[in-house]
Protein backbone atom coordinates (compact mmCIF):
# COMPACT_ATOMS: atom_id res chain seq x y z
CA UNK A 1 0.00 0.00 0.00
CA UNK A 2 1.32 2.93 -0.66
CA UNK A 3 1.40 5.69 1.87
CA UNK A 4 0.92 9.70 0.51
CA UNK A 5 2.29 12.44 1.00
CA UNK A 6 0.09 15.00 2.60
CA UNK A 7 -1.14 18.76 1.53
CA UNK A 8 -1.10 20.71 4.60
CA UNK A 9 -4.12 22.96 4.95
CA UNK A 10 -2.63 25.25 7.71
CA UNK A 11 0.58 26.34 8.15
CA UNK A 12 2.16 29.71 8.92
CA UNK A 13 5.69 30.93 7.41
CA UNK A 14 7.65 33.91 8.02
CA UNK A 15 9.94 36.01 5.82
CA UNK A 16 12.23 36.96 8.80
CA UNK A 17 12.64 35.69 12.33
CA UNK A 18 11.57 37.98 14.60
CA UNK A 19 12.04 35.56 17.60
CA UNK A 20 11.94 31.63 18.42
CA UNK A 21 7.64 31.74 17.74
CA UNK A 22 8.56 32.61 13.96
CA UNK A 23 9.32 30.11 11.43
CA UNK A 24 11.31 30.78 7.72
CA UNK A 25 10.02 28.39 5.29
CA UNK A 26 13.21 26.45 5.05
CA UNK A 27 12.35 25.58 8.50
CA UNK A 28 8.82 23.98 7.53
CA UNK A 29 10.39 22.51 4.53
CA UNK A 30 12.69 20.50 7.37
CA UNK A 31 9.36 19.55 9.22
CA UNK A 32 7.69 18.31 6.42
CA UNK A 33 10.19 16.25 5.13
CA UNK A 34 9.93 14.61 8.50
CA UNK A 35 6.57 13.67 8.31
CA UNK A 36 6.14 13.53 4.93
CA UNK A 37 4.30 16.55 3.56
CA UNK A 38 4.54 17.59 0.28
CA UNK A 39 3.09 21.33 0.09
CA UNK A 40 1.54 23.54 2.62
CA UNK A 41 -0.71 26.60 2.11
CA UNK A 42 0.42 29.34 4.06
CA UNK A 43 -2.22 31.63 6.35
CA UNK A 44 -1.66 35.35 6.07
CA UNK A 45 -2.06 37.11 9.69
CA UNK A 46 -3.14 40.17 8.86
CA UNK A 47 -5.44 40.77 12.28
CA UNK A 48 -3.57 42.37 15.41
CA UNK A 49 -5.42 40.09 17.75
CA UNK A 50 -2.97 37.19 18.62
CA UNK A 51 -0.15 38.67 16.59
CA UNK A 52 2.72 40.82 17.75
CA UNK A 53 3.83 40.64 13.98
CA UNK A 54 1.09 40.92 11.35
CA UNK A 55 1.82 40.00 8.10
CA UNK A 56 0.44 41.78 4.44
CA UNK A 57 -0.49 39.58 1.66
CA UNK A 58 2.19 40.63 -0.62
CA UNK A 59 4.44 39.07 2.08
CA UNK A 60 2.99 35.57 2.09
CA UNK A 61 2.50 36.14 -1.73
CA UNK A 62 6.41 36.70 -2.24
CA UNK A 63 7.13 33.37 0.30
CA UNK A 64 5.29 31.37 -2.12
CA UNK A 65 6.46 32.35 -5.31
CA UNK A 66 9.94 31.98 -3.73
CA UNK A 67 9.15 28.29 -2.75
CA UNK A 68 6.43 27.68 -5.27
CA UNK A 69 7.25 24.18 -5.28
CA UNK A 70 6.04 23.56 -1.54
CA UNK A 71 4.00 26.05 -0.72
CA UNK A 72 0.59 27.57 -1.86
CA UNK A 73 -1.14 30.09 -0.11
CA UNK A 74 -4.21 32.33 1.37
CA UNK A 75 -4.81 35.91 1.39
CA UNK A 76 -6.32 37.61 4.30
CA UNK A 77 -8.64 40.76 4.89
CA UNK A 78 -9.42 42.31 8.31
CA UNK A 79 -13.10 42.95 7.97
CA UNK A 80 -12.64 46.39 9.29
CA UNK A 81 -10.44 48.04 7.13
CA UNK A 82 -12.10 50.40 4.96
CA UNK A 83 -13.34 52.98 7.93
CA UNK A 84 -14.81 49.93 9.43
CA UNK A 85 -18.03 49.71 7.33
CA UNK A 86 -20.61 47.04 6.94
CA UNK A 87 -21.47 48.00 3.67
CA UNK A 88 -17.68 47.57 2.14
CA UNK A 89 -17.71 45.29 -1.09
CA UNK A 90 -14.53 43.61 -0.76
CA UNK A 91 -14.50 41.47 -3.99
CA UNK A 92 -12.28 43.64 -5.89
CA UNK A 93 -9.81 42.84 -3.28
CA UNK A 94 -10.25 39.27 -3.21
CA UNK A 95 -9.88 39.33 -7.21
CA UNK A 96 -6.87 41.05 -7.17
CA UNK A 97 -5.36 38.27 -4.65
CA UNK A 98 -7.03 35.43 -6.27
CA UNK A 99 -4.67 37.11 -9.47
CA UNK A 100 -1.61 36.61 -7.81
CA UNK A 101 -2.28 33.63 -6.43
CA UNK A 102 -4.02 33.58 -3.66
CA UNK A 103 -6.76 30.03 -3.45
CA UNK A 104 -8.68 30.69 -0.40
CA UNK A 105 -8.97 33.44 2.53
CA UNK A 106 -7.60 33.05 6.32
CA UNK A 107 -7.14 32.38 8.72
CA UNK A 108 -9.49 34.73 9.82
CA UNK A 109 -8.49 36.03 13.55
CA UNK A 110 -10.35 39.59 13.77
CA UNK A 111 -12.38 39.10 17.69
CA UNK A 112 -15.72 39.69 15.91
CA UNK A 113 -18.84 38.12 16.00
CA UNK A 114 -19.70 35.33 13.20
CA UNK A 115 -22.62 37.49 12.28
CA UNK A 116 -21.05 41.20 12.42
CA UNK A 117 -22.48 42.99 9.59
CA UNK A 118 -18.87 43.68 8.71
CA UNK A 119 -18.04 40.08 8.84
CA UNK A 120 -20.77 39.29 6.78
CA UNK A 121 -19.63 41.69 4.24
CA UNK A 122 -16.53 39.85 3.60
CA UNK A 123 -18.21 36.40 3.53
CA UNK A 124 -20.51 37.97 0.96
CA UNK A 125 -17.55 38.79 -0.98
CA UNK A 126 -15.81 34.99 -0.44
CA UNK A 127 -18.64 33.28 -1.50
CA UNK A 128 -19.12 35.58 -4.66
CA UNK A 129 -15.34 35.31 -5.67
CA UNK A 130 -15.17 31.52 -4.52
CA UNK A 131 -12.86 31.85 -2.07
CA UNK A 132 -12.79 29.25 1.05
CA UNK A 133 -12.24 30.55 4.35
CA UNK A 134 -10.19 29.27 7.20
CA UNK A 135 -11.76 30.47 10.86
CA UNK A 136 -10.44 30.62 14.16
CA UNK A 137 -12.78 31.01 16.87
CA UNK A 138 -12.48 33.04 19.89
CA UNK A 139 -13.92 34.52 22.99
CA UNK A 140 -15.26 38.15 23.70
CA UNK A 141 -12.94 38.33 26.47
CA UNK A 142 -9.15 39.30 24.93
CA UNK A 143 -8.79 37.01 22.48
CA UNK A 144 -8.63 36.22 18.77
CA UNK A 145 -11.19 34.58 16.46
CA UNK A 146 -14.51 35.08 15.83
CA UNK A 147 -17.07 34.92 17.91
CA UNK A 148 -19.79 32.18 18.40
CA UNK A 149 -21.60 30.69 21.38
CA UNK A 150 -22.09 27.60 22.63
CA UNK A 151 -23.78 25.61 19.64
CA UNK A 152 -22.40 27.55 17.48
CA UNK A 153 -25.70 29.10 16.35
CA UNK A 154 -23.82 32.36 14.41
CA UNK A 155 -21.71 29.76 12.57
CA UNK A 156 -24.96 28.04 11.16
CA UNK A 157 -26.29 31.30 10.67
CA UNK A 158 -23.47 31.96 8.24
CA UNK A 159 -23.93 28.27 6.78
CA UNK A 160 -27.09 29.22 5.71
CA UNK A 161 -27.02 32.12 4.43
CA UNK A 162 -24.06 31.61 2.34
CA UNK A 163 -24.29 28.10 0.78
CA UNK A 164 -21.90 28.44 -1.60
CA UNK A 165 -19.45 29.66 0.15
CA UNK A 166 -16.94 26.61 1.69
CA UNK A 167 -16.19 27.33 5.43
CA UNK A 168 -12.91 25.37 6.69
CA UNK A 169 -13.94 24.95 10.57
CA UNK A 170 -10.57 25.21 12.96
CA UNK A 171 -9.39 25.54 16.38
CA UNK A 172 -10.28 24.54 20.33
CA UNK A 173 -13.74 26.09 20.10
CA UNK A 174 -15.12 24.96 16.51
CA UNK A 175 -13.33 20.76 17.60
CA UNK A 176 -14.35 20.71 20.78
CA UNK A 177 -18.21 20.59 19.43
CA UNK A 178 -17.19 17.13 18.01
CA UNK A 179 -18.73 15.39 21.46
CA UNK A 180 -22.75 15.55 22.41
CA UNK A 181 -21.20 16.18 25.96
CA UNK A 182 -19.07 19.52 25.27
CA UNK A 183 -20.70 22.11 27.65
CA UNK A 184 -20.28 26.15 27.78
CA UNK A 185 -17.06 25.49 30.12
CA UNK A 186 -15.40 22.62 28.08
CA UNK A 187 -15.65 24.36 24.66
CA UNK A 188 -12.97 26.34 25.57
CA UNK A 189 -10.52 23.82 25.97
CA UNK A 190 -9.40 20.02 24.29
CA UNK A 191 -11.91 17.87 25.84
CA UNK A 192 -10.41 14.19 26.97
CA UNK A 193 -12.32 10.86 26.38
CA UNK A 194 -14.79 9.13 24.43
CA UNK A 195 -16.93 11.35 21.99
CA UNK A 196 -20.72 10.77 22.60
CA UNK A 197 -23.54 10.87 19.96
CA UNK A 198 -24.96 14.18 19.08
CA UNK A 199 -22.07 16.43 18.52
CA UNK A 200 -23.14 19.43 16.71
CA UNK A 201 -19.72 19.06 13.91
CA UNK A 202 -21.65 16.29 12.56
CA UNK A 203 -24.68 17.89 13.00
CA UNK A 204 -23.81 20.75 11.20
CA UNK A 205 -21.69 18.57 8.42
CA UNK A 206 -24.84 16.53 7.44
CA UNK A 207 -27.22 19.45 7.17
CA UNK A 208 -24.42 21.95 5.26
CA UNK A 209 -22.28 20.66 2.36
CA UNK A 210 -20.75 24.01 3.05
CA UNK A 211 -19.14 23.17 6.56
CA UNK A 212 -15.08 21.95 5.98
CA UNK A 213 -13.26 20.42 8.70
CA UNK A 214 -9.41 21.72 9.38
CA UNK A 215 -7.95 19.13 11.10
CA UNK A 216 -4.77 21.23 12.34
CA UNK A 217 -3.04 22.00 15.76
CA UNK A 218 -3.84 19.92 18.71
CA UNK A 219 -7.72 20.84 18.38
CA UNK A 220 -7.72 18.84 15.40
CA UNK A 221 -6.16 16.29 16.25
CA UNK A 222 -7.53 16.05 20.06
CA UNK A 223 -10.74 15.77 17.93
CA UNK A 224 -9.82 12.40 16.53
CA UNK A 225 -6.93 10.95 18.79
CA UNK A 226 -9.38 11.51 22.20
CA UNK A 227 -11.66 8.49 20.57
CA UNK A 228 -10.11 6.77 17.69
CA UNK A 229 -13.27 4.19 16.84
CA UNK A 230 -15.30 7.25 16.52
CA UNK A 231 -12.36 9.40 14.72
CA UNK A 232 -12.82 6.40 12.22
CA UNK A 233 -15.58 6.71 11.47
CA UNK A 234 -16.16 10.28 11.72
CA UNK A 235 -13.41 10.27 9.15
CA UNK A 236 -15.11 7.76 6.44
CA UNK A 237 -18.20 9.40 7.11
CA UNK A 238 -17.10 13.23 5.99
CA UNK A 239 -14.06 11.93 4.12
CA UNK A 240 -15.26 14.49 1.25
CA UNK A 241 -14.57 17.55 3.47
CA UNK A 242 -12.10 17.17 6.16
CA UNK A 243 -8.76 18.15 5.26
CA UNK A 244 -4.95 17.38 7.05
CA UNK A 245 -3.00 19.95 8.57
CA UNK A 246 -0.73 20.96 11.18
CA UNK A 247 -0.81 25.03 11.39
CA UNK A 248 3.00 24.92 12.55
CA UNK A 249 3.78 28.35 13.07
CA UNK A 250 7.43 28.19 15.13
CA UNK A 251 10.53 25.40 15.27
CA UNK A 252 9.53 23.80 18.32
CA UNK A 253 6.27 22.49 17.37
CA UNK A 254 8.39 19.83 15.82
CA UNK A 255 8.03 18.10 19.32
CA UNK A 256 3.77 19.07 19.19
CA UNK A 257 1.51 16.20 19.09
CA UNK A 258 -0.28 17.64 16.29
CA UNK A 259 2.00 16.34 13.96
CA UNK A 260 0.89 13.29 14.93
CA UNK A 261 -1.91 13.60 12.84
CA UNK A 262 0.00 12.44 9.34
CA UNK A 263 0.87 8.89 11.38
CA UNK A 264 -2.36 8.59 12.71
CA UNK A 265 -4.00 9.04 9.11
CA UNK A 266 -1.34 6.53 8.03
CA UNK A 267 -1.88 3.98 10.61
CA UNK A 268 -5.71 4.11 10.32
CA UNK A 269 -5.10 3.01 6.39
CA UNK A 270 -2.59 0.48 7.12
CA UNK A 271 -4.75 -1.14 9.81
CA UNK A 272 -7.83 -0.83 7.42
CA UNK A 273 -9.96 1.20 10.11
CA UNK A 274 -10.53 4.00 6.91
CA UNK A 275 -10.78 3.14 3.51
CA UNK A 276 -7.97 3.84 1.47
CA UNK A 277 -10.23 6.71 -0.72
CA UNK A 278 -11.07 8.05 2.64
CA UNK A 279 -6.94 8.56 3.48
CA UNK A 280 -6.56 10.11 -0.26
CA UNK A 281 -9.32 12.61 0.18
CA UNK A 282 -8.10 13.81 3.08
CA UNK A 283 -4.45 13.45 2.70
CA UNK A 284 -4.13 15.31 0.17
CA UNK A 285 -7.33 15.41 -2.29
CA UNK A 286 -9.57 18.09 -0.68
CA UNK A 287 -6.94 20.31 -0.78
CA UNK A 288 -5.87 19.74 -4.52
CA UNK A 289 -9.43 20.56 -5.42
CA UNK A 290 -9.27 24.03 -3.77
CA UNK A 291 -5.51 24.62 -4.76
CA UNK A 292 -5.50 23.18 -8.35
CA UNK A 293 -8.57 23.54 -9.75
Known amino acids: MELLKKIDIHVHGYRYAYDDNHILPEQICEIYDKIGVE ?17 TNEDVAYIAKKHSERFSWFCNIDPRIDNN ?46 MPVIFHMGNSD ?9 GLPKL ?33 GWPEGKVTDGGRISELMRKYPNLYGDLSAFSGYNALARDPEFAY ?58 LFK
Open 39 to 55: RGVLMTVSSPEGALYTQ
Open 85 to 130: YPGTDFTFLLEHYKALGARGVGEITANLYFDDPRVMSLFRACEACD
Open 142 to 150: GDYGLIDGF
Open 156 to 188: EKVLKAFPRLKLLGHSQRFWSHISGDVNEVTMH
Open 233 to 290: TFLEEFSDRLLFGTDVSSPIHIDRPMLKLASFLDEAVINGRISYGAYKSISRGNAEKI
